[in-house]
């Protein structure tokens, strides 16, 4: 499994740009993250990695495209606290209860179905600490422009499912909102609706 864009990786050593996902900015912006213990899982190229390193976070990489890790080590080079890992988030042996943040960033479309996108889900969960955090932002089925992508995402529930997952933990914010992109194998501006969440583990179960 490459997750479904090593067409574009193999195109491009930097295919989704190097700025963070706009709403770990808004969440590092207000507070600090220095020593936090973070998992960033389908870390793709490392544009989020890499910000939560050079503001003192410990991060944990974790990507299934081997040429999307080579390609963030050509871009970044050596970030301290960080530990890149090529794995597989349905398989990949992670720590209970450890991390301060898990970042989910454009995964969950490319799983096969809600069975697999509840795997990791599940994983994960159990991976955050008491009052941790996940930011999960994946596509919802509002309105998706896949037209000319040689690989499209496989997996595009509602926004209500994604809001049904963390049912038991403190929503602190969520939304839908709609982006454009445009990068290899899909050149031309293109709409996403996309599913954006930051949801607490509570700090006692």
């Not at 912006?29 to 939560?52: C, I, K, M, Q």
């Not at 596509?139 to 000319?148: A, I, P, V």
């Amino acid at each position: 499994m490459d997750g479904g864009s090593d067409h574009a990786y193999a195109a491009s050593t930097c295919v989704w740009g190097t700025a963070p996902e706009p709403l770990l900015e808004e969440i590092a912006g207000g507070e600090s993250v220095d020593a936090w213990r973070v998992l960033d899982a389908g870390a793709g190229e490392g544009r989020n990695t890499a910000y939560l390193a050079r503001h003192g976070a410990t991060v944990d990489a974790i990507e299934v495209s081997r040429l999307a890790v080579e390609n963030a080590r050509t871009t970044w080079g050596e970030l301290p606290g960080v530990t890149w890992s090529v794995g597989d988030l349905r398989e990949v042996a992670l720590p209970a209860a450890h991390y301060d943040l898990v970042v989910l960033d454009s995964v969950l479309h490319w799983l096969a179905d809600a069975t697999d996108a509840d795997r990791v889900l599940d994983r994960l969960r159990a991976a955050t600490r008491p009052g941790g955090r996940h930011l999960m932002c994946a596509f919802d089925d509002r309105h998706q422009e896949l037209d000319g992508h040689p690989v499209p995402p496989r997996f595009i529930p509602a926004h209500a499912w994604y809001v049904s997952r963390y049912d038991g933990w403190h929503i602190e914010m969520v939304r839908t909102e709609e982006i454009v992109s445009a990068h290899p194998g899909a050149p031309h501006p293109h709409a996403h609706s996309v599913t954006k969440l930051v949801a607490r583990r509570p700090a006692l179960d």
